[in-house]
């Protein structure tokens, strides 16, 4: 899948998030989970017959470090590029508000470190107002928010240097639902394992057409 077509379908994603009531889905929009988010963005990839699989285990063992042991690690949302393909070629994480910085640097490694197979890898990030209380404070969320993935994606960087580990070529998309004004931003990078310098992208987010 391409990155353009993946940020058009959370695009509409979005809208439905915010705009719509399905029939029998009461989506509580004054909350915006994660969960709910996904299971909308499950529906758009049905409606266009896309494969997707819900907390899928990773192909590489991870170090658990709250629990100290090493083991698969479990991926959002993943999409397969046919029914009878065994591995997923892109994986999406979900995050909203203010995530800690350590929990972004984990999925960036599960989204690094996956064989070649992975094409591409996105973190769909939700932001709302009510959780902020006045735009001013949204305004530094938002900015607080780029910043942490930056700084997060330059630290994975590093430690893979440092380990001269050998990473695979897949780009990179980060999605921004901001359920308060409506808005949808998104930037990309065009091969997330090689890019250790973060673009100009980071800073001046675009909004999603």
């Known amino acids: 899948m391409e990155v353009d ?3 058009q379908l959370l695009l509409v994603a979005s809208r ?11 989506l ?3 909350r915006m989970s994660e969960a709910e988010i996904r299971h909308v963005t499950t529906k758009v990839l049905e409606e266009n017959r896309i494969y997707y699989g819900i907390e899928i285990p990773t192909r590489e063992d991870y170090v658990h470090e709250d629990k100290h042991v090493t083991r698969k690690a479990l991926v959002d949302l993943v999409i397969y590029e046919k029914r009878e393909s065994e591995h997923p070629s892109v994986f999406i994480e979900f995050k909203r508000g203010q995530p800690e910085i350590e929990k972004i640097k984990k999925d960036f490694n ?3 470190r996956e064989p070649s197979s992975l094409e591409g890898a ?11 209380g006045s735009d001013n404070r949204l305004s530094r969320a938002r900015s607080n928010t780029l910043k942490k993935y930056s700084d997060a994606l330059k630290d994975v960087h590093h430690t893979h240097r440092f380990n001269n580990q050998v990473l695979s070529n897949r780009w990179f998309l980060l999605f921004v639902l901001d359920g308060s004004n409506r808005q949808y931003n998104s930037c990309t990078i065009g091969n997330m394992c090689l890019a250790f310098d973060c673009p100009e992208d980071w800073k001046d987010i675009r909004a999603a057409r």
């Open 122 to 132: 996105c973190f769909f990030h939700i932001l709302h107002k009510l959780d902020y």
């Open 5 to 7: 077509v993946l940020r």
């Open 110 to 112: 599960k989204m690094m």
């Open 16 to 26: 439905r998030s915010v705009l719509r009531q399905y029939r029998y889905h009461k």
């Open 28 to 30: 509580d929009k004054e």
